[in-house]
């Protein structure tokens, strides 16, 4: 059924302009790697699926498909969002199942502090995102983000 | 009092990191485990459920303003549930410091390319 469905859609949907096939694999195969790191690290889902739907649309400005929707930055991220939530919500629960003899939390419902604020910042960055440089937010989040994982490693190693 | 201000604080900015989609769930697991000395596991479980509040709020708004792709939409969703439940498997197996060592080298990596190489492509189409 969804081959049908890239079949009769894709090609508009995704601007696929030859190979439906090969491309449903590439996209097949990013959304299971991006689930994977997703489920084994608690985050990173998103990157892939924003890496894997700019070089399609890359490949669809190529083939002077511009004007079809989705193209623009924006709309990536907003379709890498859209995506990663369901495979969050996936990962939440098999993490918790799989993983609940190695927590050390005794009672998780003390983390809901965080469920309020987290709500109001995403509703705040989604609306933000028409007005702001994503260009530079992403470098200076990418440097921030470097020194916390030398940090991480750095304190796994005991030098920190 | 002045924990919880910080963690309100760091939540807030994390999900705003996230709404935007440059990520921030990662950023939320270091100052987890790093601020607040919470093990790996357990950081990256919360994470998990800030990042559904986080990103379920800002679709929202980007229902609202932007053009979802619903297609690759649905083919990401389901071949990403599959490759959680394997990914969620594989971190049953891992110690929690081995599974911060992928994590910190997993960040450095995709910062690096963001950094010196995502932009330059993406900034042809933004403002």
């Known amino acids: ?47 892939i699926i924003v890496y894997a739907l700019t070089y399609f649309m890359r490949i669809r400005r190529g083939a002077g ?10 709309d990536i991220l907003a379709t890498a969002i859209t995506s990663i939530l369901p495979i969050t919500a996936v ?31 995403g509703i705040c960055g989604a609306a933000l995102l028409d007005t702001i440089n994503t260009s530079v937010t992403k470098k200076i989040f990418s440097a921030l983000v470097v020194w916390a994982g030398v940090s991480m490693i750095l304190k796994e190693a005991g030098v920190m | 009092m002045k924990i919880i201000v910080w963690d309100i604080v760091a939540a807030f900015f994390a999900a705003a990191l996230s709404g935007m989609g440059v990520g921030g769930g990662g950023l939320f697991v ?25 990103s379920g709020a800002s679709l929202i708004i980007h229902f609202l303003r932007r053009k979802i792709n619903f297609l690759a939409f649905l083919i990401f969703a389901v071949m990403g549930s599959v490759g959680a439940i394997a990914g969620s498997l594989i971190a049953a197996r891992v110690s929690g410091g081995a599974l911060r060592y992928i994590f910190g080298a997993f960040l450095i990596t995709c910062s690096i390319i963001s950094l010196f190489k995502g932009s330059k492509k993406a900034g042809a189409h933004e403002k």
């Open chain 1, 65 to 74: 498909l511009a004007t079809e929707p989705g193209g623009d930055i924006r």
């Open chain 2, 30 to 54: 270091v100052y987890l485990t790093l601020a607040r000395d919470v093990g790996q596991y357990d950081a990256q479980r919360i994470n998990l459920i800030f990042f559904i509040a986080a």
């Open chain 1, 91 to 121: 990962s939440a629960l098999f993490y918790s199942i799989n993983t609940a003899a190695a927590s050390t939390v005794s009672s998780p419902i003390k983390y809901a502090v965080y469920i309020v604020p987290a709500a109001c910042g």
């Open chain 1, 1 to 47: 059924m969804l081959m049908k469905e890239v079949r009769t859609h894709g090609v508009r949907s995704l601007g696929v302009t030859s190979d439906s096939k090969k491309q449903l694999f590439f996209l097949c195969a990013a959304g299971l790697v991006a689930g994977l790191i997703n489920g084994l690290i608690g985050t990173g889902g998103g990157i």
